[in-house]
Each structure stands twice: as structure tokens, then as C-alpha cells.
Nanobody, 122 residues
Framework: QVQLVESGGGLVQAGGSLRLSCAASGTFSSINTMGWYRQAPGKQRELVASVTSRSSTTYTDSVKGRFTISRDNAKNMVYLQMNSLKPEDTAVYYC????????????????WGQGTQVTVSS
């Protein structure tokens, strides 16, 4: 009953910027940590950035200083601002969220979006 939908991907030249958005919808009680993952051709999916429910953030070393993750709890959305993009950032970017299905649930379930393509040209 939970859906995550990403948007904002596209084609951009090296040095340019993109902002990705992810909206969570459906029936659930709350969202814990949200994150962005990416998968480049021939590579495993990797964590890019994450943000807790209290807006504490983490980043993989390769994007520190260039990417910024943020969230809007009232709107159930998470964003990834990507600046100074490099060709090596080219990948499908996936939204991820840990979701509590009801108020009395003692565990969270992980959910994934369908992915959005980001292509950075030289």
C-alpha cells in the first residue's frame, strides 16, 4: 500500500545541477530514515545519501560537498540537490524509505521507488 515516486532526473552537462524529488504515498503511520541510492551500468547499487526523521544526514565520500539531501516531513517528501555533476554520477537513482505501517507496529519495512535516470555528459 506504500508507493515511492521519484522525479527530476534527466540529461545535464558536466558541472550542471539537478534536483531529484521523491514522494511517499499510501497508508502508513510514519517514515523513519529516507535515502537515495544509485546504480551505474555494470555496478552494484550504492547508498548516496540518507536523512533521518530529525534531519540528520550522511553522504558517501564521492558526493560530499556537491550533493545535499533534505526532507519535508509534512509532505512525506525527500529531495536530493545535485551540484557540480560529473560524468561518473551517471546512474539510475532510487529513493528508499523505512516505513512504519501503523502506530502500534514495532518494526519498519523498507520500500523502493522505481528509479529515475540521471545522465551527465562530458
Amino acid at each position: 500500500q506504500v508507493q515511492l515516486v521519484e522525479s527530476g532526473g534527466g540529461l545535464v552537462q558536466a558541472g550542471g545541477s539537478l534536483r531529484l524529488s521523491c514522494a511517499a504515498s499510501g497508508t502508513f503511520s510514519s517514515i523513519n530514515t529516507m535515502g537515495w541510492y544509485r546504480q551505474a551500468p555494470g555496478k552494484q547499487r550504492e547508498l548516496v545519501a540518507s536523512v533521518t526523521s530529525r534531519s540528520s544526514t550522511t553522504y558517501t565520500d564521492s558526493v560530499k560537498g556537491r550533493f545535499t539531501i533534505s526532507r519535508d516531513n509534512a509532505k512525506n517528501m525527500v529531495y536530493l540537490q545535485m551540484n557540480s555533476l560529473k560524468p561518473e554520477d551517471t546512474a539510475v537513482y532510487y529513493c528508499n524509505a523505512g516505513i512504519q505501517p501503523s502506530y502500534y507496529s514495532r518494526t519498519y519495512s523498507t520500500h523502493w521507488g522505481q528509479g529515475t535516470q540521471v545522465t551527465v555528459s562530458s
